[in-house]
Every structure is written in C-alpha cells, then in structure tokens.
C-alpha cells in the first residue's frame, strides 16, 4: 500500500508494516539527510499547487527531520497533510500555510498535541494525467 498524505482535508498515516516498494530519487534530493529515513508518498488535492505540488504527485519526505522554515508532512488532529510551516519562535506559534489562496493559514502554539510533525519534504516528483 502506499501512503497518501493529503494537500487538503487529511489522511490516516500508515504503519511502517503497511509500506510497499521503492522510489528511485535523485542525489541530491536527499542532500543532508539519512537516506534510511525516506520515504514516498503520494498527494491528493490542491492546497500546495502554489509550489507545483498537485493530486496524484509524489513527496518524498524525511522521517523524524524537523529543521527550520519549509515544507513538511505533519498530523494535525490525527488527519496527515502537506503543509509550509512557519516557526515562529518569539510567539511560541507554528503557522501552518497552504500554498493555494482559497485555503486560509492556521495557527498553533508550539505545544500543541494535536500537532505532530512528522518529516521534512526533501522534494517532490510530478506526474503527468495523461
């Protein structure tokens, strides 16, 4: 099976005993991190087409990398989505921005529990409809 993670309302994570096959990725995709720790998944919906992420595409994310300012795969409220966070340290906030202008940005405290950040996006891959 392969993982969904959603660029809109959200989806289940899968367990590691749930994962299926491999992604051929470039170099440098994975420049700075375990490459052990990757993984694919593939995106549905339309709030990250402002960076090029669009339904069907797949995000190739580094599992437990958190570093600064950018794009990661996040639970919120127990549903999985592709967001740009924003940490804002001074505020104790994390702004959570969809790249597409008819969604709007949510804002948390950096202890909330229903916010789990799970890995960095090290890049993408997009795929043609056709």
């Known amino acids: 099976m392969l993982q969904r ?9 899968l367990t590691e005993s749930q994962f299926n096959g491999h992604v051929r990725i470039l ?3 994975a420049r700075g991190v375990d490459k052990s720790s990757l993984i694919a998944a593939t995106v549905k919906c339309d709030s990250m087409t402002g960076v090029q992420i669009f339904d069907g595409d797949l995000v190739i994310f580094a599992h437990k990398h958190i570093s600064e300012n950018g794009l990661y795969v996040i639970s919120f409220y127990g549903e999985v989505k592709v967001k740009r966070l924003e940490f804002r340290s001074v505020d104790q906030k994390i702004y959570i921005h969809s790249e597409n202008s008819k969604y709007s940005t949510e804002t948390v405290a950096m202890d909330n529990d229903n916010l ?4 960095k996006v090290v890049g993408w891959v997009h795929t043609h409809p056709y």
Request: proline share 6%; hydrophobic share 40%; no cysteine.
């Open 27 to 29: 170099e440098r995709m």
């Open 116 to 119: 789990t950040i799970l890995d």
């Open 5 to 13: 993670i959603s660029a809109g309302p959200g989806e289940e994570f």
